[in-house]
């Protein structure tokens, strides 16, 4: 699951700017993040139920679910193509 080593030829084949190739992918990830934690937050918000003694659930070892980290999704998506920005020329 750790990130591999991306050759530069391979983001040059989708722009010519190094930096420009790294903040799509940065704010890819910062999606992938927030959909993430929106998705925990409904699944939890639909088991919870609300009550005055309610026990906190301990997290066990076993409920562990491991998932692609957020850059490495993001930099295979943009690698990929999957990822569709455009460029704002006046700031």
Do not use: H
């Amino acid at each position: 699951m750790a990130i591999k080593t991306i050759p530069l030829r391979d983001v040059d084949e989708y722009t010519e700017n190094i930096y420009e190739a790294v903040c799509v992918m940065s704010g890819q990830a910062r999606r992938v993040l927030n959909d993430r934690i929106v998705e925990r937050s409904i699944r939890e918000a639909e088991t919870e139920e609300y009550g005055v003694f309610d026990e906190i659930e301990e997290k066990t070892p076993e409920d562990y679910e491991e998932k692609e980290k957020e850059t490495t999704e993001a930099i295979a998506q943009f690698l990929s193509g999957d990822i569709a920005w455009r460029r704002r020329e006046n700031f």
